[in-house]
């Protein structure tokens, strides 16, 4: 394709914006950085900015002597984000196929079923009664994984609107036609078809699980099964109510500013180191997408 | 309708045929089941009085009382026109901003670029509100934000900004959109990447310029996504992201007339008296407001485009 | 439409099924545990929580600990205790959901605050009959008798104050190193006005230093006042006034001089701007050089101490600006309960009386094992063992304040070996208010109460750190509350309180 003088000023237009917003997304992060390895009493005093008079690690060092608490939450989380992603894709997968149909019996009762509990909610009483007693996982690695992450029926109801919008039906028929069962054709079209939107369910459901606290705070009360947020959550809280309770225990010195960041940088890292994977899928995706024509 | 003419035999076939289909969703509804429609029983402690002993089906009726304090003051209209108004305006500008950036994305010609930029948009959505709130407070915090630091430095006056209601209508979108803008628009790059290129091909081939293959080809494959959004954005409209409004303002008293939406209300109302019936009571209604909206709008879908409708 | 409804209908239906056999699951051991009280049967084990306002120690430290308890009360009383120790931040969340489903929690801290609430959801038992019958010790153990049933609901004994000072007393620190290099006497220090002439004085000869690291969390320190309606409701009982009437305490003489000063400050930028919706603690601005001074509640024997420590040892001088006053709030922050859930109430009693009169047991609930977490020096009192301190022990809660009876503990060498007799004596010095032991129950005007707190949310820390001008806000702030139904909720906090005064004859 030859490109026009015109597509050509779009696409620098295009580049000129983007990096304009992305100089906007990304300089918070960084003024956060610089604010967890800022000596807490320059901080208090000179304010928050990008080049500090006075550099310290006092924070990492902090959360480093809490030793190895911190790899263990770090193991939990990865393999709970690990799992949980995996299991949630599959499922929303395998409902999202059969409701993208237009013609499967009782579609519109299901699709209801599925938007009426985005509306409403039980409440967290009888979720959390269900749970412990009737299910019992409390402080299990379960409680990590079920409760409202397996499952969104929001991701449900955009993947099916995907799957039905990208997916013409035609390719349903003909493989019908060559006598493909229904399980055949989730595998050989539905799955490498809906690879884009898959890929963005899993980045989202991994996010979820990656930053849930909740099931922790409701679930969990084994400190040896909590997850990196519950551990960073816990250790932000205490300093808190350390403080508003006046009684300081006798170890005294606690770097709070700098330590929240810190502790806020500690938790993003990892999916940071990992954003460039991810991205690689997404271009995958487009390739795929160009494939199937 | 026809299909119950049908012999008995051909249904039971037909039925056969879409077993496989059942079967694959049975997973999805046996999790609903459990998370969500066997709690949703506790959607009767609106009308009760909880206590242990009785559960939640032996407490005490009390009619509509749990739900009087959502009427009884003058701050009613007040957080009902925040809630109803910020949420009208983010899910404007983040299905604008979202389309925009999702469009803006995909016609980088340079790859390394494109990359970067699909990552950094949703760079935000890792961050839980907590530490966005941490981020505003390094820029807006009277004495040692880095916003009066500039001002000061160009001879300005320091602004207790925590104080002063005038620009949080303006923040609180800005970091709504910094925050939530990200998540539509990657779902906005997949459903584009999705397209099939040919189309742009033709479009191409027929004359079309950038602008109008964007306007023929890829809005029109956008559409559905985004009235799905829409219509699940308005379940949710008289709910308010409580960090945004709670944690992002520190809490301050005097910019409440623009931050206090229902959640806060209900929040800050209920610290020394947790009820149960009441919590549950406000989230009732909330439900209640985003359902039937959600039925008027899904109904005129149903009349304006029938797939697009949710239902 | 019909559809839709039938649809909604049948869901509701089979989730009411449904949870029908979750209650039911649920209810059945409770009632199997209160047959059984004879010899010879399995020994009960008591589920027994404790709040901690910092990061709770490992479980095997925890492990440890609870079988030297066991080693104790397995023979004396065919008990076994399990403990848990939970960091303050999850106990927020997890206990009120676990009392709302009805977990057996035998013996837990409570929220003295939460009580009413938590007594109307019948979340916890009525101790009374169960301490005359089973904890005949423990009114003993305070400093008077009338403390023990300080947490009760119209007669409804729902928790065991724990055992520290009674009393809050309007207090201030300043920073010694400055004083020391002016030469300045704080002695005779008592009034808003000789702090303020105090900091005219400091401000002059330390331009750039905030004279006051405002705290926007209290309510105004030097206000004498019983809050008797809960900590987001301004009315309650002014303290010097010799009456049990109900006054909104922001449109007293006492609020409003508070207010002016600190308006006064913070115009003149003595006080940092932000201080309204600061969520930074005061003893950072004190640890970091920035401030002079601030104002307290905790005037008692360790409070010098304790504030040193918050400020990572900055030296302060501590100044008592008035007499210490105990109310119901001030005396019992914690209590300890027993839960709706408890398999058998009475045992759980027993327990903790055994619990609040046993120094061996409070020893090791506080400070661990001997030999491991601590060992007893030459005057008698504890220490860690060589080369060890409390990040590397196990088990050292230190936190006595927040435990069953720490007058029962052996002191910490860092404080006087007398110290629980300093507190018993400083208790008895405060000036009780009217009210103490009395308790609101917010019930009737649940939604007066809620529509209060917002108007309280709205003005209160502003006014409090003199970030508006009082004259102008104090009268709007008085005026939205009556809007909100203020006048009523008064009226029904005053009718408890009489009622309540007249059951006590």
């Known amino acids: 394709m030859v490109k026009s003088k015109q597509d050509k000023r779009f696409e620098l237009f295009a580049s000129i914006v983007m990096i304009l917003v992305m100089a906007v997304i990304i300089f918070p992060f960084v003024l956060l950085f610089v604010s967890s390895i800022t000596d807490e009493n320059t901080l208090l005093i000179n304010g928050y900015s990008i080049f500090p008079k006075k550099l310290s690690l006092d924070a990492y060092k902090y959360i480093w002597n809490s030793g190895s608490v911190i790899m263990r939450a770090y193991a939990t989380t990865v393999c709970i984000t690990l799992v949980g992603t995996i299991c949630h894709v599959a499922i929303v997968a395998l409902v999202a196929y059969p409701l993208s149909l237009r013609n499967l019996p009782g579609k519109r009762v299901f699709n209801f079923l599925i938007l009426f509990t985005i509306l409403f909610h039980g409440g967290l009483v009888p979720t959390y009664m269900i749970y412990t007693t009737v299910l019992h996982i409390k402080d299990t690695y379960l409680a990590l994984l079920v409760p409202n992450l397996l499952f969104s029926s929001f991701n449900a109801i955009i993947v099916r609107t995907y799957l039905r919008t990208n997916v013409p039906s035609e390719l349903y028929e003909s493989a019908k036609i060559d006598g493909a069962s229904e399980f055949r054709i989730f595998r050989e079209i539905v799955l490498p078809l809906g690879k884009p939107i898959f890929v963005t369910i899993a980045v989202f459901a991994g996010l979820n699980y990656w930053n849930d606290w909740t099931n922790g705070l409701y679930y969990i009360s084994d400190s040896s099964k909590y997850s990196i947020q519950q551990l960073l959550n816990v250790m932000v809280k205490n300093i808190q109510y350390l403080t508003q309770y006046g009684r300081a225990p006798a170890n005294g010195a606690i770097p709070s500013i700098g330590l929240r960041m810190a502790i806020a940088f500690i938790a993003m890292l990892p999916i940071l180191i990992m954003y460039p994977f991810l991205t690689k899928y997404f271009e995958k995706g487009i390739t795929l997408g160009s494939v199937k024509g | 309708m026809s299909k119950n003419s049908k012999p008995l035999r051909l249904r039971a076939q037909r039925f056969k045929g879409y077993l496989p289909l059942y079967l694959m969703m049975l997973p999805a509804f046996v999790y609903l089941l459990i998370n969500n429609y066997w709690p949703m029983s506790g959607l009767v402690l609106a009308f009760k009085k909880y206590t242990v002993q009785g559960g939640i089906w032996g407490s005490q009726w009390v009619g509509l009382r749990n739900f009087q304090f959502l009427f009884r003051n003058n701050e009613t209209a007040v957080m009902v026109r925040n809630t109803l108004c910020y949420n009208l305006a983010f899910m404007v500008i983040n299905v604008i901003v979202g389309v925009f950036l999702a469009i803006l994305i995909t016609e980088i010609g340079n790859k390394t670029l494109r990359k970067l930029a699909q990552s950094s948009v949703l760079l935000p959505f890792v961050v839980s509100i907590i530490i966005v709130s941490y981020m505003v407070r390094a820029f807006l915090d009277a004495d040692t934000g880095l916003l009066n630091s500039l001002i000061v430095a160009w001879g300005g006056k320091k602004t207790s900004w925590y104080d002063t209601p005038g620009p949080w209508p303006f923040i609180l979108t800005l970091v709504n959109t910094w925050k939530g803008a990200g998540y539509g628009c990657i779902l906005y790059i997949s459903t584009i990447m999705g397209i099939d290129p040919s189309l742009y091909e033709v479009a191409h081939l027929s004359g079309a310029s950038k602008l109008q293959s964007i306007r023929y080809v890829t809005l029109p494959y956008l559409k559905p996504t985004i009235i799905t959004m829409v219509l699940l954005n308005m379940g949710r409209i008289f709910n308010s992201d409580f960090g945004l409004f709670f944690q992002v303002p520190q809490n301050s008293g005097m910019i409440m007339d623009v931050t206090q939406t229902i959640d806060t209300f209900v929040y800050r109302g209920l610290i020394v008296q947790p009820n149960i019936g009441m919590t549950a009571a406000a989230s009732f209604l909330q439900s209640c407001i985003g359902f039937a909206l959600v039925l008027a709008f899904n109904a005129i879908t149903r009349k304006v485009s029938r797939d697009d409708a949710l239902f | ?505």
Not at chain 3, 124 to 139: F, H, N, Q, R, S
């Open chain 3, 1 to 505: 439409m019909k559809k839709v409804l039938c649809i909604i209908l049948s869901i509701l239906m089979v989730a009411g099924m449904l949870a029908g056999c979750g209650q039911k699951a649920d209810t059945k051991p409770a009632a199997q545990g209160n047959a059984a009280a004879n010899s010879g049967e399995e020994p009960y084990e008591v589920h027994m929580l404790i709040a901690l306002p910092a990061t709770a120690p490992d479980s095997a430290a925890v492990e440890r600990v609870m079988n030297a308890v066991n080693a104790i009360t397995l023979p004396k009383l065919n008990m076994t205790l399990k403990l848990e120790v939970m960091p303050f931040s999850m106990y927020l969340e997890q206990v009120p959901l676990q009392l709302s489903s009805g977990a057996s929690l035998d013996i837990f801290t409570a929220i003295s605050q939460m009580g009413p609430s938590w007594v109307n959801a019948g979340y916890l038992l009525d101790l009374t009959d169960l301490m005359a019958e089973y904890g005949k010790d423990i009114p003993g153990t305070y400093s008077s008798p009338e403390l023990a049933t300080v947490c009760n609901l119209n007669g409804y004994l729902y928790g065991l104050p724990v055992h520290k000072e009674t009393c809050q007393q309007p207090t201030m620190f300043l920073r010694t190193d400055i004083l020391e290099k002016h030469n300045l006497d704080v002695s005779n220090i008592r009034t808003l006005a000789d702090v303020d002439a105090l900091f005219e004085k400091v401000s002059q000869l330390e331009p750039d230093m905030w004279m006051v690291a405002a705290d926007n969390t209290a309510q105004g320190k030097t206000v004498e006042a019983d809050f008797i309606g809960g900590s987001t409701i301004t009315a309650g009982l002014l303290l010097n006034r010799d009456n049990t009437e109900v006054v909104e305490i922001v449109g007293s003489e006492e609020f409003r001089e508070w207010c002016d000063y600190h308006y006064k400050w913070y115009t003149k930028g003595w006080i940092n701007s932000g201080a309204a919706s600061d969520t930074e603690s005061y003893y950072s601005y004190i640890k970091s050089g920035q401030a002079f001074s601030f104002f307290s509640d905790y005037g008692h024997p360790l409070s010098l101490a304790d504030q040193q420590a918050n400020c990572s040892g900055t030296p302060l001088t501590m100044v008592q600006l008035d007499t210490p006053y105990c109310t119901t709030n001030s005396s019992a922050v914690f209590c300890y309960s027993i839960g709706a859930g408890s398999k058998d109430p009475a045992k759980a009693m027993t327990m903790l009386n055994e619990i609040m009169t046993s120094t061996e047991l409070m020893n090791l609930l506080n400070w661990g094992v001997e030999g491991e977490d601590y060992v007893v020096n030459a005057d008698g009192l504890l220490d860690f063992p060589e080369g060890k301190d409390a990040s590397t022990v196990g088990y050292h809660l230190n936190a006595g304040w927040i435990l069953p009876n720490q007058f029962k503990c052996t002191p910490w060498c860092t404080s006087p070996a007398d110290i629980y007799d300093q507190f018993m004596d400083y208790n008895a010095t405060a000036v009780n208010s009217p009210a103490l032991g009395f308790r609101f129950d917010p019930d009737p005007v649940s939604d007066i109460v809620s529509a209060v707190s917002n108007v309280r949310s709205k003005y209160y820390k502003a006014l409090i750190v003199g970030a508006v001008d009082p004259a102008e806000y104090i009268p709007k702030y008085l005026e939205e509350l009556d809007a909100a139904g203020n006048q009523e909720l008064i009226a029904e906090i005053q009718r408890q309180l009489d009622e309540w005064l007249a059951s006590k004859g």
